[in-house]
C-alpha cells in the first residue's frame, strides 16, 4: 500500500491524508425528524443540514411560505435559529415566471428571521419531483 500510495501525485497523496484526518476527528453525528427514506435534520458537529423542503399549497408563494415554515421548525427541532442560517439552496421549477413572487415571500422573511443579515443562496430552475411542486429549499444553518 505504501509502494502504491507513493506513486499517486502529490496532490492526491496529500488530499488521502486530509479525509482520514477528517474521519478519526469526526463529531457526533444527530439525526432529527427520521424517515424511511431519509432524515429531515442532522446536525453534524457545528453545523446543522436539512433535507429538501417542498409544499404542495397552491402557488408560489403559498408555497414558498410553507417551507421557509417548515425549514424554522427544523432548524429549531436541531436547536438553533434562522439567525445562524449560512445558506440556502432553492429550486423552482419555472424560473422565469416564480422567482420574483418567491422573492416577495423570501426577502422580507431574510429580513425578520434572519436580522437582515441574508445567508449565501444559490437559485435555480429544475424539474422537481412532482408537477405540483414548485420550489423545494435546503438550508445549512450553525448550530447553537
Known amino acids: 500500500a505504501a509502494l502504491a500510495s507513493s ?11 486530509t479525509v482520514r484526518t477528517v474521519r478519526t476527528r469526526a463529531a457526533a453525528i444527530e439525526h432529527f425528524s427520521v424517515e424511511k ?23 408560489i408563494k403559498a408555497q414558498t411560505e410553507e417551507c421557509l415554515e417548515k425549514l424554522e421548525a427544523l432548524l429549531d427541532e436541531a436547536g438553533t435559529s434562522t439567525q445562524n442560517l449560512l445558506s440556502v439552496q432553492i429550486w423552482l ?17 431574510v429580513a425578520e428571521k434572519c436580522n437582515g443579515l ?17 420550489v423545494e429549499m435546503r438550508a445549512i444553518a450553525a448550530a447553537e
Not at 506513486?7 to 491524508?17: D, F, G, K, M, Y
Not at 441574508?118 to 414548485?134: D, M, N, Y
Open 93 to 109: 421549477s419555472e424560473i422565469e415566471t416564480q422567482f420574483s413572487d418567491m422573492n416577495a415571500v423570501y426577502d422580507p422573511w
Open 7 to 17: 506513486r499517486l501525485p502529490r496532490a492526491v497523496r496529500s488530499s488521502a491524508r
Open 118 to 134: 441574508p445567508p449565501t443562496r444559490a437559485c435555480v430552475e429544475a424539474k422537481l419531483a412532482v408537477p405540483e411542486l414548485l
Open 37 to 59: 427514506r431519509m432524515t429531515r435534520v442532522i446536525k453534524h458537529g457545528d453545523t446543522v443540514y436539512t433535507a429538501g423542503i417542498t409544499s404542495r399549497k397552491d402557488g
